[in-house]
Each structure stands twice: as C-alpha cells, then as structure tokens.
C-alpha cells in the first residue's frame, strides 16, 4: 500500500540507505523536526470535541466483531454476517482530564487485572461486554441494551475510525427498531481520535505516515503496549477465536485461558484512547508555563 511503500522509504532515509531526492520534501522536514504539532488547528479541534457543552463524559469505545457465514440461529438474518461480541468502554467524567504523568502505568495495570476500577483514578470508570456462546442463540440485544444504558448519559463517543463503530451501531439500529432513536443518537456523538493523525495535526516520525493505533500509541504513549506474548496479541487473533468459539469448536478450558487476554486485548484500545486524548491535551499545553515565567519576570523588572 502507499502508506507501507512511505514507511519504507522514512526508514531507508533514517538509515542512510536512501538518497534524499527520493524522499518527499515533507518527510524531510518531520525526519528533521522528529514531531510537528500545528497548535492552533488542535486546539480548534480539541475544543471543539471535548469543550463543547453537552460534551462530558467523555466515553471511549471500541467494538470486536466476527463474521458468520451460515448462523445457526434463525435471529440472524443472511450470510456473511457481521456480529459485534465484544465491547470496551471507559467513561472519564472529568472530560479529557487525566493529564498525571503516570496515568499510562495504572491505565496498563487496569487493562491487564481481572478488577480493572482497583487501577482507574477517581474520574475514569470502565464497562465491557464480552459474549463467548454459541451462534444457536442471539446476544445483540443484550449487548446494545447494555451499551445504550452505559452510554445514557449525554457526552461524546470517542472511537478510532468512527466509519467502523457508526457502521456496527446502524446494523444493530436496523435490527432493533425499538432502540433506533437511541442508537442513531449515539451514532450522532461519534467522535473520531484519528483525525488529528489523518489531518496531520499531530506528526511524529516513528508513526511512518500511519495513523493507526497501534502506530501512535507506543509513540505517545511509551508506557502501554499491546501484549505480544500472548494467545491475543492482535484483533484477527481475538476474531478468529471468538468465531470459533460461537461454533463450538474450542474447549471449556482453552474459553477460560483465552477469556483474559481477550478482555485485556480490547479494554487496550479505550484505554489507549485515554491515554492519547491526555497527550494532545499536554501538547497544547507545552510552553503555557515558560509564557507564564516570562511575564512574571518582566512585572518583576518593572516594579
């Protein structure tokens, strides 16, 4: 892909091994710079999001889905079927506040204990769903029921790639038109962290032109990692084991070795979004204190 193709050529350039003409005279500048922040458009975005009235709390939320080829249950409808089984969520009642330095370390440990909240600060709470049956019955409506009770509270939605999450929400929304008001008013609150890595409001040249979360947050955030000695290590790993657990092809006992790191794989991603949400708001920050300083001093010498 172009994005692959732009990651190679940073890392050649980095190395040496690639002549400078064949670099763009963009990359140039960030391999040169290491991070560019166009303050003033963050901050626009970043008020815009988290400062608006109506905004807090602030929830962060990442779905897992597998895709049913023949169901066994009669209550889904079709072939080739995408089915949300997993949710994490994690809701900051401050808003965007978590801003100690140490947040990361006690974001990690709550990712990985069976009583995530032991870990969380006062303001940060976490919810999640997780649904390891068989596909002879149909959890959707326990799973958005849940969902839409955790999230009843007005505030933003904070997701990575919104187009993923709003398109999970619809095909519920058109399952159960019962709860449509209140999904499509969710779909409506999706706020989309990418954004300021698509739109280049935030660049770093270890991210190599990507703006996924798994090249942003060992950036940022030097302290959370995704598990890589795990069984779930990645989300194909965790959709493949829950499609085979829904047709009944894993053992009790592997459910149960898996369950864990499955839950610690997705309550990263939310936990992730805390984290990074927390570092835009720093690097808008950066320099408030020195200006501060500076005309504190300048009283000083008038006086």
């Not at 500048?29 to 008020?47: C, E, N």
């Not at 958005?144 to 999230?151: G, W, Y």
């Not at 947050?217 to 989300?235: A, E, F, K, Q, W």
């Amino acid at each position: 892909t172009k994005n692959m193709l732009k990651k190679a050529k940073i890392k050649q350039y980095l190395a040496g091994k690639r002549f400078a003409d064949e670099v763009s005279s963009d990359a140039k500048d960030l391999v040169a710079s290491h991070v560019i922040v166009d303050k003033p458009q963050l901050k626009k975005w970043m008020r815009s999001v988290f400062d608006t009235p109506g905004q807090q709390p602030v929830y962060y939320l990442d779905f897992e889905t597998i895709t049913l080829k023949s169901p066994r249950c009669e209550a889904y409808v079709g072939s080739n079927l995408r089915v949300p089984v997993q949710y994490s969520l994690h809701v900051d009642r401050r808003g965007y506040g978590c801003l100690d330095e140490d947040i990361e370390a006690d974001l990690m440990q709550s990712c990985e204990d069976a009583n995530p909240g032991k870990y969380l600060p006062d303001n940060l709470e976490h919810f999640e769903y997780l649904n390891l049956r068989p596909d002879t019955a149909d959890h959707r409506r326990e799973l958005i029921e849940k969902l839409l009770d955790e999230t009843s509270e007005p505030g933003c939605i904070v997701v990575w790639n919104a187009s993923f999450e709003a398109s999970v929400l619809k095909d519920l929304k058109s399952v159960f038109s019962d709860h449509a008001a209140a999904i499509q008013n969710r779909i409506d609150r999706l706020v989309d962290l990418a954004d300021p890595f698509k739109r280049k409001l935030y660049r770093h040249v270890d991210f190599y032109s990507s703006y996924s979360l798994k090249a942003v947050l060992p950036v940022l955030c030097d302290g959370m990692r995704y598990p890589t000695d795990t069984s779930i290590g990645n989300g194909s790993q965790a959709s493949l084991f829950m499609l085979q657990v829904t047709k009944s092809m894993v053992p009790i006992k592997t459910i149960k070795d898996r369950t864990g790191p499955i839950l610690t794989y997705c309550r990263i991603d939310t936990a992730a979004m805390v984290a990074i949400a927390s570092k835009l708001k720093r690097a808008m920050l950066v320099g408030k204190g020195k200006k501060k300083k500076a005309k504190n001093k300048q009283k000083e010498n008038v006086l």
